[in-house]
């Protein structure tokens, strides 16, 4: 049986794999950790777990992920996003780890007009983003082995996010104002986490970027998200400039998918799909 370490385990992303890790239980030992459970600052105490559990591979789902907040969190964010990933990726390189990491879109300034490939020029405009890039650049030097999936808009029926932000929102206000002029794409915490799977078994090292299919922008996202929730609330479009936040986002930050969807030969649902599909676990949950 080969043992997998996820971090992260109580995130979007770390409690969509376990819903979905009893299906692979006769591949895979899943040891799910959280803050509590394991310190992922300590080296001697992720060194001891890994040797102790005898993992063969790591799931890197633990991140600093509030984009606001890391203007003026910046140890935090930096400790969460390039400390932690470099400490798992020098003990995976030294021990024969595989390594998965997932990073963002917001590596990325936005000024594209075409989907982002993977080897595009990276230029964050925020803390986060920096952070983000910056622990990239230290996973892949130094365990060159390692996986990073870059992907945008993360939602789920865990943690805080977009869609319980507008869930709870459109059913308390008549009339809500969201961003037009910031486009991406939302991604459903449960389909990255198969695809995650996916990378357990085939293990392909280098950059790969992941997003439901699509474009949209948050004014697109939010307006979809009232419509199937059947609350009443008007969804207005504002522009960036009259929704000031003190983290910069990129205008523009599709990801191209070509490499991941030739690499592991899937077709990937449409957000609006996935939104559907989620909205029915979350009314279900």
């Not at 690499?263 to 676990?281: G, Y």
Request: overall charge neutral; aromatic content about 10%.
């Amino acid at each position: 049986m080969h043992n997998v370490l996820v971090t992260g385990a109580n995130g979007q992303l770390g409690s969509e794999l376990k819903d979905i890790s009893g299906k692979y239980s006769d591949q895979f030992v899943f040891h799910f950790a959280d803050r509590s459970g394991l310190n992922l600052s300590d080296a001697n105490e992720v060194d001891r777990f890994l040797k102790e559990k005898k993992i063969q591979s790591i799931v890197n789902a633990a991140a600093y992920t509030a984009v606001d907040l890391a203007e003026s969190e910046i140890d935090k964010a930096s400790e969460g996003n390039v400390t932690i990933p470099k400490l798992l990726a020098e003990l995976s390189f030294q021990h024969r780890i595989y390594l998965i990491h997932f990073s963002t879109d917001f590596v990325f300034d936005g000024k594209s007009s075409i989907p982002y490939k993977e080897e595009d020029l990276k230029s964050p405009v925020s803390v986060y983003g920096k952070t983000k890039s910056e622990g990239e650049d230290f996973v892949l030097s130094s365990n060159p082995n390692a996986s990073i999936i870059r992907t945008s808009w993360v939602y789920s029926k865990y943690g805080k996010n977009f869609l319980k932000t507008i869930l709870k929102l459109s059913s308390e206000r008549p009339e809500l104002k969201v961003i037009f002029d910031q486009v991406g794409t939302p991604t459903w915490a449960n389909d990255l986490a198969g695809v995650c799977i996916a990378f357990l078994f085939k293990q392909m090292p280098g950059i790969f970027h992941y997003s439901n299919e699509g474009v949209a922008s948050w004014y697109d996202f939010a307006k979809e998200i009232v419509e199937i929730s059947k609350n009443k609330s008007n969804v207005l479009p504002i522009e960036t400039k009259d929704y000031p936040t003190p983290a910069k986002r990129p205008h523009y930050s599709l990801l191209n998918k070509s490499k991941i969807k030739t690499s592991l030969e899937i077709s990937i649902p449409h957000w609006k799909d996935s939104l559907k599909e989620c909205m029915k676990s979350l009314s279900g949950a």
